[in-house]
């Protein structure tokens, strides 16, 4: 999965999160920086309020009393599966450098290599560059973005 702080950014710049079964997700502000959550039918589940807003409820959590927060609290935490499939046919390559991986994309007919320590995040900054220049991104399916 991509860094807190690649997710953090990638929040910030737009990208659209739409929870489904085994997301992982970090809880900023709360004293949980060291913790990752997953979404699972066992223990934490996705419960729709009014106006399209998600609760994530945490069921059966006894050791501590968060019994839900809202998906506007949380920072997902995408895969490398879930950055790759969101950059679609854009990305060219995933390379192995000295110091880690870099995503090759290409922007309107132009090439652009985006390098970090793994490969989730030479994704994660792959997207961040086109969604700060106002590209979208496709849905969590690989489909076009939502309307």
Avoid: K
Wanted: glycine fraction near 6%; hydrophobic fraction near 45%; charge should be negative.
């Amino acid at each position: 999965m991509i860094s807190v702080a690649y997710a953090r950014r990638l929040r910030a710049a737009g990208l659209v999160w739409r929870p489904r079964q085994f997301d992982f997700f970090h809880i900023p502000d709360r004293d949980l920086d060291e913790r990752i959550f997953v979404i699972a039918d066992l223990s934490v589940d996705v419960q729709p309020l009014a106006d399209g807003i998600a609760a994530i409820t945490f069921n059966g959590a006894v050791e501590w009393s968060l019994d839900y927060i809202l998906q506007q609290d949380v920072v997902w935490l995408p895969t490398e599966a879930q950055m790759r499939s969101r950059l679609g046919t854009a990305v060219e390559a995933l390379e192995r450098t000295e110091g880690g991986w870099a995503c090759v994309v290409d922007v309107d007919g132009a090439r652009e290599r985006h390098e970090a320590s793994t490969p989730s995040d030479a994704y994660a900054q792959a997207a961040l560059s086109l969604l700060e220049r106002g590209h979208e991104l496709l849905g969590d399916d690989g489909s076009p973005p939502d309307r």
